[in-house]
Nanobody, 127 residues
Framework: VQLQASGGGLVQAGGSLRLSCAAS?????????IAWFRQTPGKGREAIAC??????????LYADSVKGRFTISKDNPKNTMYLQMNSLEPEDTAVYYC??????????????????WGKGTQVTVSS
């Protein structure tokens, strides 16, 4: 298992959750671009946060829907990535996936740039 996500659950609106995703070889959060996606029933998997390690430096990108509320981060020695989610809204209810690949971005079809996926973890936000 290259990516193992955890930390989902049920939370009230306005609350917080932190998702974790432990990586294992050959995935290295230090060297791969890493991202979080989410998916709701009947919809495609959308990218919401990514750290793009392509090129000389890493850039962090967020979907407009989560900007200012969610924070993606990583711990290189632990080979683990995180998604801190604050001010959660019922619209954030979804299955959340971590992913890694050569590059990432926030755009339709971003799923195609990711080579490794964790199993999803359910986040439910009650109103």
């Amino acid at each position: 298992v290259q990516l193992q996500a955890s930390g989902g659950g049920l939370v009230q609106a306005g609350g917080s959750l932190r998702l974790s995703c432990a990586a294992s070889a050959p995935v290295s959060v230090q060297h791969y671009s890493i991202a979080w996606f989410r998916q709701t029933p009947g919809k495609g998997r959308e990218a919401i946060a990514c750290i793009n390690n392509r090129g000389a430096g890493g850039t962090t990108l967020y979907a407009d829907s989560v900007k200012g509320r969610f924070t993606i981060s990583k711990d290189n020695p632990k080979n683990t990535m995180y998604l801190q989610m604050n001010s959660l809204e019922p619209e954030d209810t979804a299955v959340y996936y971590c992913a890694a690949g050569p590059h990432c971005g926030i755009y339709d079809g971003a799923v195609r740039s990711m080579d490794y996926w964790g199993k999803g973890t359910q986040v439910t936000v009650s109103s």
